[in-house]
């Protein structure tokens, strides 16, 4: 898996472009909280702080 969609938007390649600095924080809170919308799950009764960091590093590997 390297993070791509055919939705734009949602490339998880393009974290960092599309949020700059704040990339991390949108991740993480996207990733604990979920996206309804877009049906993305809830992981905040999922991951542990590990998991949740290897989520972040597993992204951040992939970025653009």
């Known amino acids: 898996?390297?993070?791509?969609?055919?939705?734009?938007?949602?490339?998880?390649?393009?974290?960092?472009?599309?949020?700059?600095?704040?990339?991390?924080?949108v991740a993480r809170r996207t990733t604990l909280a979920g996206r309804h919308e877009s049906g993305m799950p809830v992981f905040r009764d999922?991951?542990?702080?590990?998991a949740l960091t290897d989520v972040i590093a597993w992204l951040g590997s992939v970025q653009r």
Do not use: F, Y
């Open 1 to 25: 898996a390297n993070g791509m969609t055919p939705i734009p938007v949602h490339d998880l390649r393009r974290m960092r472009e599309r949020h700059g600095a704040q990339w991390v924080d």
């Open 46 to 50: 999922v991951l542990d702080a590990q």
